[in-house]
Each structure stands twice: as C-alpha cells, then as structure tokens.
C-alpha cells in the first residue's frame, strides 16, 4: 500500500514540479540522511550565518535536529512532511556531497531545479567501481550524472578522471575545492585544535594536555572484510591498548558507511569507534586534533598532507584490493608514509614517528607535495568563498545548465 500511495504522489509531482516557481532555497543534504558532516555542512553552516537565501538541512536525525535547532539553523524532516515538501518545491539549489541528492517523490528533479555535489573525497583510488562490475559502475555514472554540476579540487581530476572515469561533459565540472579542508589553511585554527584537542578530552575520561592522537580513517572494499587492522600479521588487542597506554596515546576511528567490516576493535578507555552514536562527528574536525593519521587507500590521505603530520598505512588486503577496486596509479608510490606488513613493524612505525614525527613525515615531503599537486590544488584555501560566489550567480541567472 506504502509503495502505491508513493507511486501516485511521485507521478503527481512530477508534474506539478515544473509549475511551482522557483525561489531563493537551498537544501543541503549529507553523505546519509542521518549524519552531519562534510562539504554540505560547511557551506550550509556559512550560508545559514549569511541570511541571503533560505537554507535547509535535511535529516532523520533527533540529534542533529536538536543541534541545528539550538543553533538557530533551518532544517527539514520527515516529522513535518508539509513544510517539507513545499520547500522542497520552491528549491533553486539541492546540494549534496556524494551522487545522490535530496529528492523526495522526485520533486527536485525539476527543470528549473539546480542539482550540485560538492564531493567527499579524491585521491588515487577515485574509481567508479568494483572491477568488472559493469553493472555498479553504470549505476553509479547515472547517478552522478543527474547532477547539473560536480566539484573538483583540481585541474589533474578534470582532465584525467572527470571525463574519464565518471562520463561528466567538461560543462558540468568546477574545481571550487573542498569547503570542510578551509580550517586546513587557516594557522589559528590549525594551533587552537591541536593544542586543545577538545573533542578527544570529551571522547576519553583520561585525556591529559601531553596526550596524543591516532586517527584512523579505513575505507569500505567492494568485498566482505574484517577491520583491516585486524588482519595485520600478529596483532593482539591487548598488547596495542597496552602500547597506546604506555605512551599516552589515544586511537579514534570510523568505518566507512558504504560497506562496513564484518569484525571490529572493541572500545576500551584509549580506543574509541566512532559510530551512529556520534551523528555530529566530523572527520575534518578530528584530523585538526589528530598527531597521526592510521589509513589504506582513503582519500583522508590527501586532505591530511595540507596538514603536514606522520601518515602510516595499514594494507594487508593491497593485492585483493587492487585487483577488486585498482587505483588510478600506481598507489604504493604515492603514499606519503610507511606502509606496515606486520603488527611489530606497525609498532616501530608509531615509535619512530614518536621520536622525531618532523623527521619522518620531511622524508616523504615528495609524496606529499605530489598528491597534492594532483589531488587537491593548493590554491583552493577559500572553498567555500568560492561555492558562495558560484550559488549567487545560479541564483542571479548567471549561470545556466
């Protein structure tokens, strides 16, 4: 009954989403509908504090409504479903940062409605699919190509892989830069997080001024898998929360929602998953208060070079992964870190960086300066200046389709 009472509503809106004038809103929407975080965020956030346009973010969560309504911030939900759809009627803008935008009974699949994703993430592994997936990987160009535009972070990524690797027409692409990676340039903020640290003290009872952080930020893989950590060779729980411990270390990380492990680390009082419970997490956030940064074949990588501190990786599934998934290039050669084969040498890895971090992330200042060079443009400091400049001149028919 649900599906046909959805059925009709869509075929009704269908046309009557041509007909409603357009106005000044923007709805804003995230990787899922129940976290906030990313690109949308900060631009939503900017916007909100603008008052130029009438801003929404779109959410099933109680938690970030709660938030967004202590800030004073306009949202849209499923509780008030009118307000909801008349707004979603009356929408110039919908935003969103991977391909699939807010679109309920596809209403904002208007003609006259602007669909823009601002993207989460680029790196050596921004490939459409599983290899051999021809079915995945063209569902997935379909859907990013519903968008009217698409952001890039640099000229390396419209060349080489927009047209490429997504099937994009060179129109529809805009290196305007990643609006959650503007903290990542500014030295005041840079210096309050990381001497702060202030979400970590609230995660860890035991928190002290002289710990530090490793964050780790794993990737899903297009086939069933255990926490990648977890598969290291000799890796023992205890004797890790022990090391973490004995060094005053604190170890934070999420999973990425698109495929999760079968098998994770269990919370102890210096290990922590960020999961469901932390709808408010931001990843960007966590990496200004980070020392460290744990990763595979995430795009974190890149955005964590801006900030210049140790990487290490954790691969023991590299082959599988490459043969399943592949990268753009050759990935080993671009990592700005060590890579650890076992347990013990991941051990070393950390000391080593404990002992003289400058030392070792300065050896692999080639790296970084390549995968930014590629990855993400330098230049692009003010990201969300330029999404802002970009909206107004959607908004003043500057800008057509």
């Known amino acids: 009954m649900k599906s046909f009472i959805k059925t009709i509503l869509t075929l009704f809106f269908s046309v009557l989403r041509d007909k409603i004038k357009k106005h000044n809103v923007i709805i804003f929407s995230g990787m899922d509908n129940y976290s906030y975080n990313g690109n949308s965020r900060y631009l939503y956030e900017h916007l909100s504090r603008e008052h130029k346009y009438d801003v929404y973010w779109y959410t099933k969560s109680n938690q970030v409504k709660n938030h967004l309504a202590l800030n004073k911030f306009k949202f849209l939900s499923l509780s008030n479903p009118f307000k909801l759809i008349i707004t979603a009627l009356r929408a110039k803008i919908v935003i969103n940062d991977g391909d699939s935008y807010f679109n309920i009974f596809k209403i904002c699949d208007s003609r006259d409605t602007y669909k823009i994703?601002?993207?989460?993430?680029?790196?050596?592994?921004?490939?459409?699919?599983?290899?051999?997936?021809?079915?995945?990987?063209?569902?997935?160009?379909?859907?990013?190509?519903?968008?009217?535009?698409?952001?890039?972070?640099?000229?390396?990524?419209?060349n080489n892989i927009s047209k490429t690797i997504f099937g994009i027409p060179s129109h529809k692409?805009?290196?305007?830069?990643?609006?959650?990676?503007?903290?990542?340039?500014?030295?005041?903020?840079?210096?309050?997080?990381?001497?702060?640290?202030?979400?970590?003290?609230?995660?860890?009872?035991?928190?002290?001024?002289?710990?530090?952080?490793?964050?780790?930020?794993?990737?899903?893989?297009?086939?069933?898998?255990?926490?990648?950590?977890?598969?290291?060779?000799?890796?023992?729980?205890?004797?890790?929360?022990?090391?973490?411990?004995?060094?005053?270390?604190?170890?934070?990380?999420?999973?990425?929602?698109?495929?999760?492990?079968?098998e994770l680390?269990?919370?102890?009082?210096?290990?922590?998953?960020?999961?469901?419970f932390y709808p408010l997490y931001d990843t960007n956030a966590m990496m200004l208060e980070s020392d460290i940064l744990l990763n595979d074949y995430a795009t974190t990588s890149v955005e964590f070079s801006i900030?210049?501190?140790?990487?290490?990786?954790?691969?023991?599934?590299?082959?599988?992964?490459?043969?399943?998934?592949?990268?753009?290039?050759d990935y080993k050669n671009t990592i700005p870190g060590k890579s650890a084969e076992s347990y013990d040498g991941l051990i070393n890895i950390f000391k080593e960086i404990l002992e003289n971090s400058e030392n070792y992330t300065s050896s692999f200042n080639n790296q970084r300066k390549n995968l930014l060079e590629k990855y993400y443009n330098l230049e692009n400091y003010n990201s969300i200046d330029n999404c802002s400049k970009f909206l107004s001149n959607i908004i003043n028919g500057d800008v057509g389709k």
């Open 117 to 158: 994703s601002l993207f989460h993430g680029y790196g050596p592994k921004t490939t459409i699919a599983a290899k051999g997936d021809d079915n995945a990987r063209a569902l997935r160009i379909n859907r990013i190509n519903k968008f009217d535009y698409i952001n890039y972070t640099s000229p390396f990524l419209v």
């Open 173 to 262: 692409a805009k290196i305007l830069g990643f609006p959650k990676n503007d903290n990542f340039f500014n030295k005041d903020v840079i210096n309050k997080k990381i001497y702060d640290k202030s979400f970590c003290k609230d995660l860890f009872a035991n928190f002290t001024r002289d710990s530090k952080v490793i964050l780790y930020t794993p990737t899903w893989r297009p086939y069933k898998y255990i926490l990648p950590l977890l598969d290291l060779s000799g890796f023992n729980v205890d004797d890790f929360d022990n090391f973490l411990n004995k060094n005053n270390l604190f170890f934070v990380y999420s999973v990425h929602s698109a495929r999760k492990p079968t």
């Open 265 to 276: 680390l269990g919370n102890t009082d210096r290990i922590k998953l960020i999961n469901k």
């Open 307 to 329: 900030l210049d501190r140790p990487q290490v990786f954790c691969m023991p599934d590299y082959d599988k992964y490459c043969k399943r998934k592949g990268f753009i290039e």
